[in-house]
């Protein structure tokens, strides 16, 4: 979980003195937007000053909190993680950290799918987190341990789970990783990381 709390960390520090920790920030359940196609599961929703922020997820909650609920926060299961998350990308956006904090819509799919198909062509890849899209597209370079792998890629619920912690924790900065779509803008944004988003809004 070093990444996830280093990354609140950093946005503490930008929110010291402004008073914006205690704002609330709402957590519910967007069934009606569209989501980046490569995650599986449902887009919970952060909202922050008039900011959105996504995070799909097969473990969404509803809440109402205020930011600070993350700084200190032992962060113990991947639900918290995920909320925080959100959170994040919420703030993120709403302090103009993140652009790209809505998914694209269906007819940029193939395209997106297309381009990052290219990007890792002729590299072993290990997923981290649900992708039925990239199991089909990219089964013929997919292995099965980060070990193994030239590159990680990282969906929303590849950050939270407790394997998906130990992975980052084991091979960021040894391992190429590019973390994909709206759900990782803030974490990625914060903390500089490589951000696959293309034709996000």
């Not at 980046?36 to 922050?48: I, L, S």
């Not at 000053?49 to 991947?78: C, E, H, Q």
């Not at 395209?111 to 597209?137: F, H, I, N, Q, T």
């Not at 960021?172 to 994909?180: A, C, D, E, N, P």
Request: charged share 20%; hydrophobic share 40%; with cysteine.
């Amino acid at each position: 979980m070093t990444l996830l709390c280093e990354a609140i960390k950093k946005l503490e520090k930008i929110l010291e003195d402004s008073g914006c920790e205690d704002g609330i920030v709402s957590l519910s359940v967007n069934y009606d937007t569209d989501v980046c196609q490569y995650p599986r599961g449902v887009c919970m929703e952060a909202q922050f000053g008039g900011k959105s922020g996504w995070f799909v997820t097969n473990n969404p909650i509803r809440a109402d909190t205020r930011i600070s609920f993350m700084y200190g926060a032992p962060l113990n299961d991947p639900k918290q993680r995920g909320a925080a998350i959100a959170i994040i990308n919420a703030v993120s956006a709403f302090f103009c950290l993140s652009r790209k904090y809505q998914a694209c819509t269906p007819d940029c799919y193939a395209p997106c799918l297309a381009d990052l198909s290219r990007e890792v062509a002729g590299r072993r890849v290990y997923l981290l987190g649900p992708m039925p899209v990239l199991e089909r597209a990219l089964a013929r370079q997919i292995v099965d341990s980060p070990e193994a792998a030239d590159l990680i890629l990282v969906t929303g619920d590849g950050m939270t789970s407790d394997e998906g912690v130990a992975c980052i924790d084991d091979h960021l900065g040894k391992k190429r990783m590019i973390f994909l779509g709206p759900s990782a803008a803030g974490v990625s944004c914060l903390m500089n990381l490589e951000h696959w988003c293309p034709y996000g809004r």
